[in-house]
């Protein structure tokens, strides 16, 4: 099921040709069509390969760089070359100490894990 979804949603890049072009619909419905593929797009295969960077200050009583990394999930959607791309955004800050919390993989039981996370 897992692997008709991760394929299937390929499908909307037709999907959305199709009502580009299609002109016998109404075009309100075109547009939300339209938009609404648009916005899928986003979510499945831009927004999840962005990596969000936040600084915060927090008074410890001492001075550090501590960096905290989470939720890789790292698998069928994000391969190695995302966390390649992640470890050189961590030592481009040159920090003192690197913490990974939790949700590293998703489906670890597919994939190569020694593989995945040779950029580590």
Not at 17 to 25: G, N, R, T, V
Request: no cysteine; charged share 20%; proline share 3%.
């Amino acid at each position: 099921m897992h692997e008709i979804i991760f394929y299937g949603s390929f499908a909307v890049i037709p999907f959305l040709l199709f009502f580009i072009f299609f002109k016998k619909i109404h075009i309100w419905l075109r547009i939300l069509f339209i938009f609404l593929s648009l916005l899928f797009i986003w979510m499945r295969f831009v927004e999840p390969q962005i990596i969000i960077i936040k600084n915060e200050k927090i008074d410890l009583g001492f001075e550090s760089k501590i960096i905290l990394i989470s939720d890789l999930h790292l698998g069928k959607y994000k391969t190695e070359k995302f966390l390649s791309k992640a470890v050189e955004k961590i030592n481009n800050i040159q920090a003192d100490y690197v913490f990974i919390a939790g949700d590293f993989t998703y489906q670890p039981e597919l994939i190569d894990l020694e593989k995945l996370f040779a950029p580590i």
